[in-house]
Nanobody
Framework: QVQLVESGGGLVQAGGSLRLSCAAS????????MGWYRQAPGKQREFVAG????????YYVDSVKGRFTISRDNAKATVDLQMNSLKPEDTAVYYC?????????????????WGQGTQVTVSS
């Protein structure tokens, strides 16, 4: 099993920045990719960004390209999401996730491991 604990999030004005962090523990050697999803009220969960654990491959949904940056620290088993130029439409609960499968799989199927979620609210 892998446990994921998120930190960061909160309330910020439009145009501001936030940084989310996710710490993995347990069988971290089994992780092949990690990423962040978000779910806004009344909307489906959306895969926002992902990063391979063993290469430099990354993925971003079009709506966050150029504003969000995902990074990882294998030694610490952490993955961060730096969110800049935030918009009200970025408001959602953000979930950290990890998978034993590929980063590409994260866009089409649910990862095996999830964090508890952290609220991000962007005011206009």
């Amino acid at each position: 099993q892998v446990q994921l604990v998120e930190s960061g999030g909160g309330l910020v004005q439009a145009g501001g920045s936030l940084r989310l962090s996710c710490a993995a523990s347990g069988r971290t050697f089994s992780i092949n990719a990690m990423g962040w999803y978000r779910q806004a009220p009344g909307k489906q969960r959306e895969f926002v960004a992902g990063i391979s654990w063993r290469s430099f491959s990354t993925y971003y949904v079009d709506s966050v390209k150029g504003r969000f940056t995902i990074s990882r620290d294998n030694a610490k088993a952490t993955v961060d999401l730096q969110m800049n130029s935030l918009k009200p439409e970025d408001t959602a609960v953000y979930y950290c996730a990890a998978t034993i499968r590929s980063i590409a799989s994260m866009a089409s199927s649910a990862p095996e491991y999830w964090g508890q979620g952290t609220q991000v609210t962007v005011s206009s």
